[in-house]
């Protein structure tokens, strides 16, 4: 049920789109050498596009190793859901009786995460090299620093997911125990019964099974949570001296500041994405890179700017020896390069567009689950209650009361699950848009 957020070992979309925004980060540095000059408008949008002009990146310093604050076990808080579960007193999974634990909460994380993305501080540092040496002109300054935010959102929504994935796995862990005590009030009442000269249903074997299965998901739970809490450890840049397990002080929110309409969403993205606010920044201002950078770029290995980029042909050679030679040759080249750029941005854009609908396309479906979970468990309920109150005309079906019991603990489970993959569909699509970060 809990879905790893850290890189496979298969090259997949995600780890294309990473190796593409490394990319971008050489380009942006290829072009800084070069001495891009000027800095053409932006187009305006009525969903408050950020100029990219006034944006101030973070500073590119290394970030200490951070600690997170220590509190007694018994002092932390419960992870708190929406108004469809109650909070939860879960607990770490450990051999040995805790007594402190981290304390991690959503904002923190959040806030962490954002300070040390990694590739946001190589973009940083490398401006801050060029402006040194005084070639860092407003327009690349702009470029450098939309991209660094992106960075810093995705490497942002890594870590969050981990959490809500580490969140996850602390609320499932009392509804196993739970559901551990009611397979042996059941074995009880099973002995009791057959001590007692009742013959009644029940496989004491099947049983057993189910401790079995239920003492393999703490292993697997275990797992998880030891794989999580090293990788926000890594995630976060905090020391790892500790050995105390972090504690996700989550608190759910509304979210309804956050349009799901897919046109106004797309828009929004398209007006908001950093990745593509720096590329039309780049598109916008091609022309005016140096003849010098030519060769250099267009002979690189640079994915993003190296391809399609050769001098011109024959035909376009001998118009060019009917006039200024040298001129002509620098003019189709920056044409080139333009094209090239323009063509990244619709590319860029029809991603965009792409990954919007598919966060939205994911929180519609968990929502439609979340709901068919709910009455699910409402009708057992319900069947429950009808049952004990009918009990005195119709004795209760043992086999089928305990069924009951460990399908409504089921459903709780796959509720909580639902919820958690909603506030993960909210991350991706605030990534996806450019908002999951305050404007810098």
């Known amino acids: ?158 870590a969050l997911e981990a959490y809500l994935n580490l969140t996850e796995v602390y609320s499932q862990q009392p509804i ?41 998901q703490v292993a697997e739970l275990r797992f998880n949570q030891g794989r999580l809490n090293d990788g926000l450890e890594t995630l976060l840049q905090l020391k790892h001296e500790s050995t105390l397990p972090i504690w996700t002080a989550f608190v759910a929110t509304a979210h309804d500041s956050i349009s799901t309409e897919e046109e106004l969403a797309v828009s929004i993205a398209l007006s908001n994405r950093g990745d593509l606010l720096a590329l039309e920044k780049l598109a916008a201002n091609a022309c005016c890179l140096s003849p010098e950078s030519i060769a250099g770029i267009a002979g690189s290995a640079n994915p993003l700017l190296g391809a399609g980029l050769s001098l011109p042909g024959p035909a376009k050679w001998w118009q060019c020896m009917l006039r200024d030679e040298i001129e002509c040759l620098k003019n189709s080249a920056a044409t080139e390069r ?24 994911s929180l519609r479906r968990h929502r439609e689950l979340l709901d068919i979970k709910q009455q699910q468990l409402q009708s057992l309920c319900e069947a429950e209650t009808a049952a004990t109150l009918a009990k005195d005309e119709r004795p209760i079906d043992f086999e089928k009361h305990l069924e009951q019991s460990i399908e409504q603990l089921r459903h709780t489970s796959e509720i909580v699950h639902e919820i958690l993959a909603i506030e993960k569909d909210y991350i991706r699509l605030q990534n996806a848009q450019g908002t999951l970060l305050p404007s810098y």
């Open 1 to 158: 049920m809990l879905m790893s957020v850290f890189p496979q070992k298969t090259k997949s979309p995600e780890m294309s789109g990473y190796l593409q925004r490394i990319a971008l980060s050489l380009a942006l540095a290829s072009l800084g050498a070069s001495g891009l000059v000027g800095c053409a408008q932006l187009r305006n949008s009525k969903h408050n596009v950020k100029d990219c002009s006034a944006t101030i990146c973070q500073p590119s310093d290394p970030i200490p190793n951070q600690t997170l604050r220590v509190i007694k076990f018994d002092s932390r808080q419960p992870v708190q859901l929406t108004e469809v579960a109650e909070s939860i007193y879960g607990w770490p999974i450990s051999n040995a009786t805790l007594k402190e634990v981290r304390d991690l909460t959503f904002e923190e994380c959040l806030r962490l995460a954002s300070d040390g993305a990694p590739i946001a501080q190589q973009i940083e540092s490398h401006r801050q090299w060029l402006q040194s040496l005084g070639k860092l002109p407003q327009a690349l300054d702009s470029a450098f620093c939309s991209q660094a935010n992106y960075e810093r959102s995705v490497h942002a929504a890594t």
């Open 176 to 216: 196993i125990d739970q559901t551990h005590t009611v397979l042996r009030d059941a074995e009880g009442a099973l002995s009791k019964f057959r001590d007692a000269g009742v013959d009644v249903p029940g496989d004491s074997s099947e049983l057993f099974r189910q401790h079995l299965e239920l003492d393999q």
């Open 338 to 361: 333009q094209k090239q750029l323009q063509s990244l941005v619709l590319a860029k854009r029809d991603q965009i567009r792409l990954e919007v609908q598919e966060a939205l396309h």
